[in-house]
């Protein structure tokens, strides 16, 4: 897999509270030179960028992040401003506390409603693995396939910890087949990049997937 095939599979992400509008150029002038999938921005900045860069960049943006506990009213909101701003893929983040509660049922219908507002628009569905026991984590394949989604992610990169190529393995098994995969948090080398690829991800989440190819290593997103 040549660099530019997995560049074209990153969603090139900047999701800091400290972020400036330096930071979202930087990020936005290299997703158009390097031809990533998507920018991955926080909601304050997706109109700036929309108007910025128009339609040379393809804009995500985060939803009840990242703790994913805000009520499904809020999460609404976020998504048809974030819609209305310019943003083109909607990354949510599910209320891991009815998901601990064994609450699955009233996750996938908040799932469910998000996607009604997203319509065409690209849904991703963070479940936070690194909270999650296996059998939730079944439960939670079930319920983003049931609800529509067309992602299920595994994190948020502000959790105890990352993607896992077991948990991706994991979801093969038990997700739709028309949900794609996207792995986030715990890609720090190359290598992680391209095994997350060849075990079937379509996209990646990372703050440094240029630096990743040109041979670094990062403890970032």
């Known amino acids: 897999m040549t660099k530019q095939e997995m560049l074209n599979h990153v969603d090139h992400t900047q999701l800091k509270a400290f972020a400036t509008w330096k930071d979202m150029e930087k990020l936005c002038e290299e997703a158009i030179e390097f031809q990533t999938a998507s920018v991955c921005v926080p909601p304050c900045y997706i109109k700036r960028i929309h108007d910025a860069y128009g339609e040379k960049i393809n804009i995500c943006t985060v939803i009840g992040f990242p703790l994913g506990y805000s009520v499904t009213a809020a999460k609404i909101t976020e998504t048809k401003e974030a819609l209305k701003d310019g943003a083109n893929e909607i990354d949510m983040v599910v209320n891991i506390s009815d998901v601990k509660n ?27 693995t690194c909270y999650l026991t296996e059998e939730e984590k079944i439960a939670m394949c079930k319920a983003v396939t049931n609800a529509g989604a067309d992602f299920i992610k595994t994190s948020t990169g ?23 995969m996207k792995a986030a948090g715990g890609v720090k080398t190359a290598e992680d990049l391209e095994n997350f690829l060849k075990e079937g991800c379509e996209r990646i989440g990372t703050s440094s997937a240029v630096g990743l190819l040109n041979g670094e290593e990062t403890k970032g997103y």
Do not use: W
């Not at 991706?168 to 028309?178: A, E, H, S, V």
């Open 102 to 128: 064994g609450y699955f049922d009233k996750v996938e219908e908040e799932i469910r409603a998000i996607k009604e507002v997203c319509g065409d628009h690209i849904l991703k569905v963070i479940i936070e």
């Open 158 to 180: 502000f959790g105890t910890g990352g993607a896992t190529l077991e948990d991706i393995q994991l979801f093969k098994k038990y997700i739709g087949k028309d949900v794609k």
